[in-house]
């Protein structure tokens, strides 16, 4: 691997993904969006994608711009709840749609980058996660075609209290895109508080990251005590600059009444 990981423009960055891909995508609502990235597939066409992360954007934004274009096939994630669009292709049969836990998901990105094949969790047993049966597409009359099927269940007695726990599969992605506030030409990545949650599971699950950064600095700039993941998790590195941070969802609290004075 290249020690000096960067390259010049999104574009090029994304350039080699094909149709069909599987991309494991950082971000948790709109917090550490790729959105350059993302972008950057969509002007180039890619479609049929097969999608892994927390969840799909929203519309216009995020992952919500390949949606919304018609450019994923397939959707692996935690939380979908923000996205009409993605609400209405999954109803009508355009999208398919694997739901899990959050934890669980996390835990599949990080065991996909850690050469773990699978594992055994107790999330999701006693449920549909493990007994099968969630929908996973429906047809245009909105009929359920495909549901989850059965996962292996065994009994383990960790601390010596027995319990379910049910077998969950690594994900390993052919592809993974961040976004970073900082990184070296090495790849070393800063996240900037919220921005790291999924960011460096997803990094660590696909077969080629891309990373986009906002600031791009030279080996030895980042302390090795602030690396929150090492470069050799990074395959390419783009400078994008200060990104536009959009906001889900604004709460306005109204201020107390002053003292002495009626509510």
């Known amino acids: 691997m290249a020690m000096d990981k960067t390259v010049a423009s999104a574009a090029q960055a994304v350039a080699d993904i094909p149709d069909g891909a599987?991309?494991?995508?950082?971000?948790?609502?709109?917090?550490?969006?790729?959105?350059?990235?993302?972008?950057?597939?969509?002007?180039?066409?890619?479609?049929?994608?097969?999608?892994?992360?927390?969840?799909?954007?929203?519309?216009?934004?995020?992952?919500?711009?390949?949606?919304?274009?018609?450019?994923?096939?397939?959707?692996?994630?935690?939380?979908?709840?923000?996205?009409?669009?993605?609400?209405?292709?999954?109803?009508?049969?355009?999208?398919?749609?694997?739901?899990?836990?959050?934890?669980?998901?996390?835990?599949?990105?990080?065991?996909?980058?850690?050469?773990?094949?699978?594992?055994?969790?107790?999330t999701g047993t006693g449920t549909q996660v493990a007994e099968g049966g969630l929908p996973q597409r429906y047809d245009a009359a909105g009929n359920v075609v495909q549901a989850s099927e059965p996962k292996e269940v065994r009994t383990f007695s960790p601390g010596g209290e027995a319990g379910e726990y049910v077998l969950e599969e690594a994900i390993v992605a052919d592809y993974a895109l961040i976004h970073a506030a900082i990184g070296d030409t090495h790849g070393n990545l800063v996240f900037h508080e919220a921005a790291r949650q999924f960011s460096p599971v997803a990094a660590m699950a696909g077969k080629v990251c891309i990373a986009q950064v906002e600031k791009l600095v030279e080996p030895g700039r980042i302390n090795p005590d602030a690396v929150h993941l090492p470069g050799v998790y990074v395959h390419r590195v783009v400078e994008v600059g200060q990104i536009e941070k959009r906001i889900e969802k604004r709460t306005v609290r109204q201020p107390a009444p002053a003292a002495g004075s009626e509510a």
């Open 22 to 122: 599987s991309l494991a995508v950082g971000g948790f609502g709109l917090s550490g969006n790729p959105i350059q990235l993302i972008e950057a597939v969509l002007a180039q066409g890619t479609k049929d994608l097969e999608i892994t992360s927390n969840n799909c954007g929203v519309d216009g934004w995020g992952l919500g711009v390949l949606l919304s274009a018609g450019r994923i096939a397939k959707v692996h994630a935690s939380y979908v709840g923000e996205n009409k669009e993605f609400a209405r292709q999954y109803l009508s049969g355009e999208l398919e749609l694997e739901l899990m836990p959050q934890g669980t998901l996390a835990e599949k990105l990080r065991a996909g980058g850690s050469g773990v094949a699978a594992f055994y969790t107790r």
